[in-house]
């Protein structure tokens, strides 16, 4: 058998590190692979070789792992270029050196644009590694899912904040405006969300 690589990558969220727990967890359930490496700080950790091996982490370890948030392996925002095969050719021999042939990342858009970078050079250069992108965004925008993991949790903040501000701005008893302003990139998901504890329309 071969060996696995796990990172994360982009914004952490609530839920990232489940995503990560799911990784190690099915392995040790179904071993496909021998071990599991994890890439600390993402594509730029894995790109100076520094892996950690979580293939034997303890079930009480991933259980935690699950309900911890933000990123356990660390992340980063690094951007492959495309034309400019130095970090590929660097991947490759960091895979090799370590017997990998599958690379899950998990994140947003950026991520999912690593991702395909990857699987495209790998293919141009009929390099077996399969490269398996994990959704994880609250901006809940990557094309093809419904809902992202990371949204949820996100989608529930905003809701609860918005109608605990409403409630401390009726005390005044006279029209007021309180500007709440949310992440999301261009999608319009989690302003959306602000919404979603109304019980009436007239409610903020």
């Given at each position: 058998m071969s060996n696995c690589l796990v990172a994360q990558s982009g914004g952490p969220t609530a839920v990232i590190n489940a995503s990560l727990a799911g990784v190690i967890r099915a392995n040790q359930l179904n071993p496909v692979y021998d071990r599991v490496f994890g890439g600390i700080h993402g594509i730029e950790g894995v790109l100076d070789?520094?892996?950690?091996?979580?293939?034997?982490?303890?079930?009480?370890?991933?259980?935690?792992?699950?309900?911890?948030?933000?990123?356990?392996?660390?992340?980063?925002?690094?951007?492959?270029?495309?034309?400019?095969?130095?970090d590929y050719k660097r991947l490759v021999e960091v895979m090799d050196e370590h017997d990998i042939d599958a690379m899950f990342y998990i994140g947003g858009n950026d991520s999912m644009d690593t991702v395909n970078k990857l699987a495209a050079y790998f293919a141009q250069h009929n390099n077996d590694v399969s490269v398996i992108g994990i959704p994880k965004t609250i901006d809940n925008d990557l094309e093809g899912t419904d809902h992202a993991p990371g949204f949820g949790s996100a989608a529930r903040y905003?809701?609860?904040?918005?109608?605990?501000?409403?409630?401390?701005?009726?005390?005044?008893?006279?029209?007021?405006?309180?500007?709440?302003?949310?992440m999301g990139r261009d999608a319009g998901w989690l302003g959306a969300a602000s919404a979603l504890a109304r019980e009436k329309n007239e409610e903020a």
């Open positions: 070789g520094s892996l950690y091996d979580l293939t034997d982490l303890s079930g009480r370890d991933i259980d935690i792992l699950k309900q911890t948030p933000s990123s356990a392996l660390g992340t980063c925002r690094y951007k492959l270029k495309r034309g400019d095969d130095k905003i809701a609860t904040i918005v109608r605990e501000l409403a409630r401390d701005s009726e005390v005044y008893g006279k029209p007021n405006i309180t500007i709440v302003e949310t």
